[in-house]
């Protein structure tokens, strides 16, 4: 087949009409016409355009003997599924959501040894009288409630996606409009986005200066055991920051990324 035929079949696989076709590519209907006509012939940027649109190769639309040597393997192949403007912003707007709970799930994890560390540290170190029996039995139950919250959280957030997961493990082609979208939400992002990382990372590094400066002036064991915990609620707080806030940006990349090329 030549490059009108081709174009033809391939419309009609997508069961579009000329119309259709041309509104996709954002030329006239008589273009289009033109075109399977044999009337004359697209220009190179409306033939990548078409390619990335029926889910083929540009060499298939132009060369012959591409058609000819992947002529059979071409019709079994799962046509690539076009992303429109709403699907995209919707997946996008859910994933940036599902992030920032997964991260809190993160963060709380890490916050969930800080309740069990005060009270038998509280116990051991005769802070409180408190048995460390008891001590040990209370942290546990908190323990085991806390990491049980954010597991459910957890696989809570990984239902929501499920239904995008064409999206997270497929490639695909970019419907109009969607790649401007995601351009302009990164840009929007990018300050914020550089502002967590940075917060992350100083906190990181500044949550651990306590426990150095604590233990250079030999403060008490309790008190070393209450900044620990207070450096485990500010790593959670950069968690946050880093994964769920950073993450955002991350997905849009991604996204892009996972595109058909």
């Not at 004359?40 to 003997?65: C, H, Q, R």
């Not at 991260?103 to 802070?127: E, N, R």
């Not at 500044?206 to 400066?213: E, F, K, Q, R, S």
Request: net charge positive; with cysteine; hydrophobic share 50%.
């Amino acid at each position: 087949m030549n490059l009108s035929e081709k174009i033809i079949d391939e419309r009609k696989k997508k069961g579009w009409s000329q119309e259709e076709l041309a509104d996709k590519l954002d030329v006239s209907r008589q273009s289009v016409s033109k075109w399977e006509g044999g009337l004359s012939t697209p220009e190179v940027e409306k033939i990548v355009k078409m390619a990335e649109l029926f889910g083929v190769s540009t060499d298939y639309l132009l060369n012959y003997k591409v058609e000819k040597e992947t002529e059979n393997n071409l019709y079994e192949q799962k046509p690539l599924r076009v992303v429109s403007l709403n699907e995209a912003t919707e997946f996008l707007s859910v994933r940036a959501e599902v992030l920032k709970k997964i991260a809190l799930a993160c963060a709380i994890c890490v916050t969930s040894p800080i309740i069990p560390l005060i009270l038998i540290g509280s116990s051991y170190f005769k802070a409180l009288d408190l048995p460390l029996g008891g001590a040990v039995a209370i942290a546990f139950l908190f323990l085991l409630i806390h990491v049980s919250f954010a597991v459910v959280i957890f696989i809570r957030q990984g239902f929501k996606l499920e239904k995008y997961h064409y999206l997270l493990k497929e490639k695909f082609v970019l419907g109009e409009g969607v790649e401007k979208m995601v351009k302009e939400k990164l840009a929007q992002m990018r300050n914020g986005g550089i502002a967590a990382l940075c917060a992350g990372i100083v906190l990181c590094i500044l949550g651990a200066m306590p426990i150095v400066i604590g233990a250079l002036m030999e403060v008490s064991n309790f008190t070393l055991v209450c900044l620990t915990a207070a450096l485990l609620f500010v790593v959670s707080i950069a968690i946050y920051l880093l994964a769920g806030i950073c993450g955002g940006c991350v997905s849009y990349r991604a996204f892009l990324h996972n595109k058909n090329k």
